[in-house]
């Protein structure tokens, strides 16, 4: 039987892509594993929501990878996604709606604080990256 697993993504990528990278695969790898994996972007961890930048991560990981954008997709596909409408505005300059983030808007519960809470002290499990 799968935990609840919790995963907020709030570090700056750009300061640690790697860091960013693992969360994602952590986050797939917790779906693979059967777990029911809830992800929450927050802060600078919006920035995971820009595709221009998922793209910039594959090619960290070689000249034709697309091993980022395939775990995000598995993430956005399988997971509860939860997302700070402030951080995305202050992040990436868009609004809630603009259909300009790589997953549909309508995938994604628009929290802040209390929604992070709620998932922290409901899960079993908590990571941060």
Same mark, same amino acid.
């Given at each position: 039987?799968? /935990? !609840?697993? *919790?995963? /907020?993504?709030?570090?700056? %990528?750009? &300061?640690? !892509?790697? /860091?960013?990278?693992?969360?994602?695969a952590c986050a797939a790898q917790a779906i693979d594993d059967g777990h029911d994996v809830s992800v929450f972007f927050a802060g600078a961890g919006t920035r995971l929501l820009d595709g221009d930048y998922i793209n910039e991560l594959n090619k960290e990981m070689g000249p034709d990878s697309t091993i980022v954008s395939d775990m995000l997709n598995k993430v956005f596909d399988n997971a509860v996604l939860?997302?700070? *409408?402030? !951080?995305?505005?202050?992040t990436l300059g868009y609004s809630e709606g603009d259909g300009a983030? &790589?997953?549909?808007?309508?995938?994604?519960?628009? !929290?802040? %604080? %209390?929604?992070?809470? /709620?998932l922290a002290t409901s899960s079993d499990v908590q990571l941060t990256y």
């Open positions: 039987m799968g /935990k !609840s697993v *919790f995963i /907020k993504l709030v570090s700056e %990528p750009r &300061n640690d !892509s790697l /860091k960013s990278i693992i969360g994602i939860y997302c700070s *409408f402030a !951080s995305v505005k202050a983030l &790589n997953v549909a808007d309508d995938k994604i519960v628009w !929290s802040g %604080p %209390p929604g992070v809470i /709620k």
